[in-house]
T-cell receptor, first 115, second 114 residues
């Protein structure tokens, strides 16, 4: 298994540009999520999905869109990039149960810089 | 509100000495608690979790954590630190309002000196 994969590893954007961060998992996990990691702030949840066709907002959703058309893929779209979106982005997945006691598997991250 | 606190930005310890990385939580209901480790330029890796049962939980790489309900704490411990343990450690609690949603602490950088 490849686990959770993310592309690209690095990206530089200009303010106002749009782009999509890709995330895929091959573990048949129901739950997928996107986090951003900023110094001194830990990881903050952007959006999450509990299954194909179902998405919801996390703690910091503004400026980002997601969709979940398949179990495997969960892309994150930046609509109009802003310098405040400079961060490291992590995708994660887990086998969701009603109990919610499953550990999450993280991708290697995408380092995004917005100029 | 649900929250996790890691009161130390950095912990320094000599190789061979015991280490403790502190975590306290605030959550309604029974907490599901997790520890993750992040090595430089890598994603987070799961270390261990507490769901129910024994208060002392054993995990990967010789780490363990002690759940203390009265003190609302879940400190990460290791009897003998290695230089290779140097990394960023995150405590997290499951958000009781969602299935697998996690609330993370701000992280503690562990530096183990030879």
């Amino acid at each position: 298994n490849a686990g959770v994969t993310q592309t690209p590893k690095f990206q530089v954007l200009k303010t106002g540009q749009s782009m999509t961060l890709q995330c895929a998992q091959d573990m048949n996990h129901e739950y997928m999520s996107w986090y951003r990691q900023d110094p001194g702030m830990g990881l903050r949840l952007i959006h999450y999905s509990v299954g194909a066709g179902i998405t919801d907002q996390g703690e910091v959703p503004n400026g980002y869109n997601v969709s979940r058309s398949t179990t495997e893929d969960f892309p994150l779209r930046l609509l109009s990039a802003a310098p405040s979106q400079t961060s490291v982005y992590f995708c994660a997945s887990s086998y969701s149960t009603q109990g919610g006691n499953n550990e999450q598997f993280f991708g290697p991250g995408t380092r995004l810089t917005v100029l | 509100a649900q929250s996790v606190a890691q009161p130390e930005d950095q912990v320094n310890v000599a190789e061979g000495n015991p280490l403790t990385v502190k975590c306290t939580y605030s959550v309604s209901g029974n907490p599901y608690l997790f520890w993750y480790v992040q090595y430089p330029n890598r994603g987070l890796q799961f270390l261990l979790k507490y769901i129910t049962g024994d208060n002392l939980v054993k995990g990967s790489y010789g780490f363990e954590a002690e759940f203390n309900k009265s003190q609302t704490s879940f400190h990460l411990k290791k009897p003998s630190a290695l230089v290779s343990d140097s990394a960023l450690y995150f405590c997290a609690v499951r958000d009781p309002r969602g299935t697998d949603k996690l609330i993370f602490g701000t992280g503690t950088r562990l530096q183990v000196f030879p």
